[in-house]
């Protein structure tokens, strides 16, 4: 890193001043100090800041764990998996570890939906379209429970996300909501369903049925004014004593990247630090930038 060198040459400075003491004036004018013949003086000046529109991505590690040392979160247990679309590791902790994803489950059910099914087809009076937008962004889980049942069950689920990449053994379901705590995942087969959904069969469909961050869904009351609101999609997932949060995030020059950020908690201390602390951590995302 180079320095800037300032050279400041003063060859007289006349001071006048005039010093107000109460309501009584006292003048020192015409009173001149020279400053001759000094010697040049060496500043450093730092580069101007070359990224400040997101964290270099080799600093989110610590900064994730950081997050996750805190007392109040200490006890959990994390899955998280932070990668980009083209699968290049940003962050990991417990990847290949089974998790209780709560309504995250859903983004492999609805996953499977647009893989087998028309979106135009119905079920009772709507559209397959319309039952997958309403099962991930308002998380309705009569929805999810009826869409699984529509599928065929957790084998055909199985059959149709295999087909798009994701591993069978990386998860196991009980339902279609998330309500079940027999319901298992990888952070790492959420993940993996996310990067192929952003390219796969009903993409679209998938994208828009993920609330966004700040403003729609279950996430229209988090993140607000924060540079993660209309920049994160993803899906909550609320059960006592986890929580968990999957999905996209546009960053600054990094791109979109996948994430899945899961904590079970074992202990009865309050889940509302846990949301504060997937918050925070989606938030820093969020911002990660190449380093370069």
Sequence with gaps: MKSVVFWIQVSAIAISSIF?????????????????????????????ETNRRGICSKHI??????????????????GILIQTIGGETLYSRNPDSYMIPASNIKLLVTAAA???????????????????????????NGYAD?????????SSVQEAL???????????????SGLSRKNLATPRTLVTTLRAM??????????????????????????????AQGTVRAKTGTLRGVRALSGYADTPNYGTIAFSAIANQPTNRSD?????????????????????
């Design 20 to 48: 107000y003491f109460g309501n009584s004036k006292t003048s020192f004018a015409n009173t001149t100090t020279r400053l001759d013949n000094l010697s040049p003086i060496e500043i450093y000046v730092p580069p101007p």
């Design 114 to 140: 647009l893989q087998k099914l028309n979106p135009q087809g119905k079920i009772r009076s709507s559209s397959i379209r319309d039952w997958i937008i309403a099962t991930n962004l308002r998380s309705d």
């Design 198 to 227: 952003h390219t796969a069969r009903g993409k679209d469909i998938f994208l828009t049925s993920l609330p966004i961050a700040g403003e729609t869904g279950t996430l229209k009351d988090r993140l607000r004014y924060t540079s």
């Design 61 to 78: 590690e610590g900064i994730v764990d950081r997050i996750l040392e805190r007392p109040s979160i200490q006890e959990s247990k994390w």
């Design 272 to 292: 509302t630090n846990l949301v504060k602390a997937l918050d925070e951590i989606v938030l820093r995302v969020s911002t990660v930038s190449s380093c370069q």
């Design 162 to 176: 295999s087909g798009i990449g994701v591993d069978p053994g990386g998860y196991r379901m009980q339902d279609g």
């Design 146 to 154: 009826v869409l699984l049942r529509y599928l065929g069950g957790y």
